[in-house]
């Protein structure tokens, strides 16, 4: 199993539908960022995903790594918020690792340095496939209800159209 890079929204939203276990059964380790452990447990403390990357990093599969590359950092940071820029910055110095990133300007931003990168309808799509879900459709409805995800319509429809659901 591979490690990966997160930032705050896909373990946020994976957390607030009961589904952040998906990770660590794809992904033998899951490495955030200060800024991402700051956004999501310190400062998001009574949110999704706070006591669930708490938990993580005492079992051993969140580890919390920061960053070296200060130029780039700043660069980044000048574009992205302190997390997105960070877990990009780490993605960068880690080729092999995937990225999680959900907002399209981070996404953008990625694709400049050609990392590979997935979302949080990336690990759904994922876990549908390989059978630890299912019903994609009942899970990205979740992710709009309880999550608070917003999922435009046509990404709606490819993603079940890739797993062969219905769409609408």
């Known amino acids: 199993m591979d490690e990966a890079i997160s930032n705050s929204s896909t373990i946020i939203h994976l957390s607030a539908i009961g ?27 009574n949110r999704s995903g706070a006591k669930e990357i708490q938990r993580g990093r ?12 200060k130029p780039l950092l700043r660069l980044l940071s000048s574009q992205l918020d302190k997390g997105e820029a960070e877990a990009i910055t780490l ?20 694709e400049i ?11 759904l799509i994922r876990a549908k496939l390989q059978g630890k879900i299912s019903s994609l459709r009942h899970e990205l409805d979740k992710l709009q209800s309880e999550g608070n995800f917003w999922i435009d319509k046509e990404l709606y429809n490819k993603a079940l159209e890739s797993v062969d659901e219905n769409y609408e």
């Open 91 to 110: 993605a960068i110095e880690q080729r092999e690792k995937i990225i999680f990133l959900d907002e399209s300007d981070a996404r953008k931003a990625a």
């Open 58 to 69: 005492k079992e051993g599969w969140i580890e919390i790594k920061k960053p070296k590359n």
């Open 19 to 45: 589904r952040l276990t998906l990770l660590r059964e794809f992904y033998s380790k899951i490495i955030i960022p200060p800024a991402v452990w700051k956004e999501v447990v310190e400062e998001g403390l």
């Open 113 to 123: 340095y050609g990392l590979k990168k997935t979302g949080v309808i990336g690990v």
